[in-house]
């Protein structure tokens, strides 16, 4: 049977722009759903040591994330495992469908949906993705104990994810496309200075290269981008970490979106194209992209709510002092 439900606020979302705003609904009063989506947690869970999150000098990013649900629920926002996979912002009150059948009609949504990871969109790449081919370190490496394994990318991604397998993998390449990398400084000193690390410079993956039985990968082809030069560098796994695109597909053809695929907000707000739909966090982001601008975004986005919310009558209570304060 389907089920129904009525939310003064929906949060679409579980990273930390959704719980931060979970968190922000609940004491507002909003009593909040948020629904988690296919990774409950969102990016962090796919990191180990998180360094920069304040008040924690190093915290493994699912830890985090398990805390940050934690603290939602105590505040008492209604969290729900279930995916939205249509969402009509045509008509109010808005309507999310979800794969489990289940529908939730919402006076105003938040938006977190965040961001995937890219694929460079070889046909070598699409083959392998399971067979040697990953973007997730932290889930896969393990399967590299004395292997050697490829890392494409230059970012604090392609690094942190190169440095983690340094764990298990008895070679590391990593593979960028320029001449530098634009990963935070810290960390490239750590790259740098790691015996079982190399870089290739200036090189662009071409192909992936395996076999079929067993399916997997043997190595990478590299294109050396200055002379065109190809090469073939030995891996048992390649890992693509070059960065990821916002998850706004559910709303494309809906919201404004800009900068390719982000949602366009009011500057100094989350206030998205239709009234009463706010986002945050990676989806709306293509500067920042860290958890603590994300939860940053999270707070504003409820607080947007809860505005727009007792504007419109829906919320009994008087608009928080710090939202009266800023509009
Ligand atoms: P996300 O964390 O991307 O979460 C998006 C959420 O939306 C997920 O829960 C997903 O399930 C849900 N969702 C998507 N579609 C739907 C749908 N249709 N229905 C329901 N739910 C949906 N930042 C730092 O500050 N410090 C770090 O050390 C750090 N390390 C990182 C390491 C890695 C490997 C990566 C990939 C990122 C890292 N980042 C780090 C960046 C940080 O993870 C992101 O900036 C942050 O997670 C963005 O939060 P978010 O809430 O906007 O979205
Ligand atoms: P990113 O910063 O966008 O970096 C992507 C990297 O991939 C860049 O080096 C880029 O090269 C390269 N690249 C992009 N497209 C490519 C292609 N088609 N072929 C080859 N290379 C390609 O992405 P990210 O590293 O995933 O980081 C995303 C965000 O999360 C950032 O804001 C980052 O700071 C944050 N993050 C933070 C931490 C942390 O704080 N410790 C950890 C991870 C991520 P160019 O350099 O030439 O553009």
């Known amino acids: 049977m389907t089920e129904r439900s009525h939310v003064k606020l929906l949060i679409v979302g579980s990273g930390p722009a959704g719980y931060t705003a979970a968190v922000y609904a609940a004491r507002a009063m909003l009593e909040p759903m948020l629904i988690q989506g296919m990774q409950p947690g969102g990016q962090l869970t796919i990191t180990t040591e998180v360094e920069n999150w304040p008040g924690e000098t190093e915290i493994q990013g699912p830890e985090l994330m398990v805390k940050m649900e934690a603290h939602a629920k105590a505040m008492g926002a209604e969290i729900v495992t279930d995916l939205v996979t249509a969402l009509d912002l045509q008509r109010r009150p808005f309507t999310a469908t979800c794969d489990s059948g289940?529908?939730?009609?919402?006076?105003?949504?938040?938006?977190?949906?965040?961001?995937?990871?890219?694929?460079?969109?070889?046909?070598?790449?699409?083959?392998?993705?399971?067979?040697?081919?990953?973007?997730?370190?932290?889930?896969?490496?393990?399967?590299?104990?004395?292997?050697?394994v490829v890392v494409i990318g230059g970012g604090n991604t392609a690094v942190e994810e190169a440095l983690f397998l340094t764990r298990f993998a008895s070679k590391v390449t990593l593979v960028h496309r320029r001449d530098s990398l634009r990963a935070e400084k810290i960390l490239q000193?750590?790259?740098?200075?790691?015996?079982?690390?190399?870089?290739?410079?200036?090189?662009?993956?071409?192909?992936v290269t395996g076999a079929e039985t067993p399916m997997g990968v043997t190595g990478a082809l590299l294109r050396d981008l200055r002379d065109g030069s190809t090469r073939t560098v030995k891996a048992d796994g390649v890992f693509v970490a070059i960065g990821h695109a916002p998850a706004s597909e559910l709303v494309a053809g809906q919201l404004e979106l800009h900068n390719g695929g982000y949602v366009k907000v009011e500057p100094g707000s989350t206030r998205t194209s239709i009234p009463?739909?706010?986002?945050?966090?990676?989806?709306?982001?293509?500067?920042?992209?860290?958890?603590?601008?994300?939860?940053?975004?999270?707070?504003?986005?409820?607080?947007?709510?809860?505005?727009?919310?007792?504007?419109?009558?829906?919320?009994?209570t008087a608009p928080s002092a710090l939202v009266a304060a800023i509009h």
């Open 102 to 148: 289940r529908v939730v009609t919402a006076d105003a949504v938040v938006l977190a949906t965040g961001a995937q990871a890219r694929w460079l969109g070889l046909p070598s790449e699409e083959k392998y993705k399971g067979f040697g081919v990953s973007a997730c370190a932290t889930c896969d490496g393990f399967f590299y104990r004395n292997r050697e």
């Open 189 to 207: 000193n750590r790259l740098f200075a790691h015996p079982k690390v190399e870089v290739i410079w200036n090189s662009e993956l071409a192909e």
């Open 276 to 316: 009463g739909v706010f986002a945050a966090g990676d989806l709306t982001d293509h500067i920042y992209r860290q958890a603590i601008t994300s939860a940053g975004m999270g707070c504003m986005a409820a607080l947007d709510a809860e505005h727009f919310l007792a504007a419109e009558g829906e919320v009994q």
